[in-house]
């Protein structure tokens, strides 16, 4: 199919849908919106390039258009932001078959529609691997920034940690055992937490969602903030539960090494004074610097351990 044929069936996949304050989706030059009034634009982007975020040997190309979509909604749910519309930049190889291409449109059709934004534009490009650009607006009155934690408050998360790492490591292990599956889910299938973002908008000081690690993203926070996490090791373990326990078994890993540095889990944390909706409390924020662990043997200073694209192997 050629360049342009792709691209109108693309259309028609994805045109069917118009959000509110789109006046002009796809079939032009570019979209036209018009922003709502009395709230702020939040504009985001996230990319997935194979081999680096992904490998098509372990994940099909519908969890793929999945993946990339949700990856960059995280980042308006830790913002507090209500999604609005979505544009994506394909760059394929140039035999990159027809029927791969359509599966991951499906995934991403799919997941924009879980979360009420559509598609209203793009680009497609031939190039040596594939990448998945996924640029994604939402509207917020108040977004919620990571440099506003304060000494004092309590830390909450919403969602689950380390399940996408041990379903990792499992797949890139050839490991096969049913005390995988869930965290198998977890990594193909990521939700963004929007509706715990919105919920929490109102009363979190600071919030950042959690796609390098927890220790890494945290410290992200902090670092902004000037102020020092402390983390109930007792607290993550037991929000973490059985299910992480067994897939931690599974693939021979400590199940606190996963929450602390596993990445892709899309969850938030987020600094309040009083309790979120959907959210579990798993430490406080205190006075000084840097990211601890409260243990049973005392408290000491992990250091900054996650995904980091440039770091040397």
């Known amino acids: ?7 109108a069936s693309l259309a028609r996949l994805f045109g069917a849908t118009r959000a509110h304050g789109v006046e002009l989706g796809i ?23 194979e081999w680096v975020h992904f490998r098509s040997d372990l ?21 507090g932001a209500r999604p609005w519309c979505a544009l994506a930049a394909l760059v394929l190889p140039a035999d990159f078959p027809d ?38 607006l939402g509207h917020a009155r108040t977004p919620v920034r990571r440099d506003c934690a304060a000494a004092g408050e309590l830390l909450w998360l919403a969602g689950d940690l380390g399940l996408a790492a041990a379903g990792l490591r499992g797949l890139l292990g050839g490991v096969v055992d049913s005390r995988l599956d869930a965290a198998l ?10 509706d715990a973002g919105l919920t929490m908008a109102a009363r979190a000081s600071a919030a950042m969602d959690i796609s390098d690690g927890l220790v890494q993203d945290l410290g992200h926070l902090v670092r902004a903030s000037g102020v020092r996490a402390m983390l109930d090791v007792a607290r993550l373990l037991e929000h973490g539960g059985d299910c992480l326990a067994q897939a931690a078994a599974a693939i021979g890993a400590d199940p606190l090494d996963l929450i602390l540095e596993g990445g892709e889990d899309y969850a938030i944390v987020a600094g309040s004074s009083s309790p979120l909706d959907g959210f579990v409390r798993i430490g406080e924020v205190v006075e000084g610097e840097g990211v601890f662990l409260r243990e049973t043997a005392g408290e000491r ?12 192997l």
Do not use: C, Y
């Open 301 to 312: 200073r992990v250091e900054v351990l996650g995904f980091d694209h440039f770091r040397k």
């Open 59 to 79: 994940v099909d190309w519908h969890d793929v258009g999945w993946r990339s979509f949700m990856a960059a909604a995280s980042d308006l749910a830790a913002m």
């Open 99 to 136: 029927e791969a291409l359509f599966a991951l449109a499906a995934g991403q059709q799919e997941a924009s529609e879980a979360i009420g934004a559509p598609l209203v534009g793009g680009n497609l490009a031939r190039g040596s691997a594939v990448s998945v650009a996924t640029t994604l």
């Open 185 to 194: 889910r977890a990594w193909r299938r990521p939700v963004a937490r929007i």
């Open 1 to 7: 199919m050629t360049e342009f044929a792709r691209i």
């Open 27 to 49: 079939g032009d030059d570019a979209a036209v919106l018009a922003p709502q009034s009395g709230e702020r634009l939040v504009w985001t982007i996230d990319e997935q390039v």
